[in-house]
């Protein structure tokens, strides 16, 4: 997305063979934008365990449909519980079952429709918000916090952090010496209290709504 909002309406020269694209779901608008140039980009779906690829469309397949393409040779996709797995020399021991739901259609080519945890994936990186969760709470104005994953339209995901007690505008700094980069909250915000129901329970989409309009 940097990279055309350099080059604008540019083509690649022909020389550029493929631009593999993945780590996160692709943005229809971000394709489009490829399309019009005919960019030679290959959507793709892998992880770190698994040599970062398991099944990738040919480059410039940009038809507008919901596939990542077809296992690469050698190997077998399944679906075991709604969840992906693969099997071949990519996977470890030959065998790994991931996080991610999907299905496989017609042609047996690859259809992720989201993860099966809590993850939040930030510009292609994990971020375990159990983890940052640990972290922010630790530090001595936080009384009780909350990690969200919210939709952003250039890292797929940014981390939020909800919090309540004694407001310190120094928190950032504090958490930037202690979390990866890609794991910091991009949005804090403070509450008197978290939203609750009449069990007691986070109100999940109150704190979204409150992300969003703030």
Same mark, same amino acid.
Request: net charge neutral; hydrophobic share 40%.
């Given at each position: ?15 550029? /063979? ?35 690829? %398991?099944?990738?469309?040919? $480059? ?29 020399? %990519? ?28 993850? %939040? %994936? ?8 159990? /983890? ?52 910091? $909250? ?29």
């Amino acid at each position: 997305q940097r990279l055309l909002d350099v080059r604008g309406t540019r083509p690649f020269p022909p020389g550029l /063979r493929v631009i593999l694209l993945g780590g996160a779901p692709a943005k229809e608008a971000l394709l489009d934008r490829c399309r019009a140039i005919k960019a030679p980009v290959a959507l793709t779906w892998g992880m770190s365990e698994t040599g970062s690829q %398991i099944a990738t469309r040919a $480059p410039g397949d940009l038809r507008k449909a919901p596939d990542v393409g077809l296992p690469l040779p050698g190997h077998r996709v399944f679906v075991d519980g709604g969840r992906l797995g693969v099997e071949g020399p %990519i996977a470890p021991n030959g065998f790994f079952l991931t996080e991610d739901r999907g299905h496989l259609d017609a042609q047996g080519r690859v259809v992720v429709e989201g993860r099966g945890d809590a993850l %939040i %994936i930030s510009g292609g990186e994990n971020v375990d918000p159990s /983890r940052v969760l640990g972290v922010v709470k630790t530090h001595p104005s936080v009384t009780e916090a909350v990690i969200i994953g919210m939709p952003d339209p250039e890292w797929g995901e940014r981390v939020c952090a909800i919090l309540t007690g004694q407001q310190d505008e120094q928190l950032s700094s504090w958490l930037r010496a202690r979390l990866d980069a890609h794991e910091r $909250p991009r949005q804090i915000l403070w509450l008197d209290a978290l939203p609750r129901n009449a069990m007691g329970k986070i109100e999940r989409a109150r704190l979204r709504d409150l992300l969003s309009s703030s």
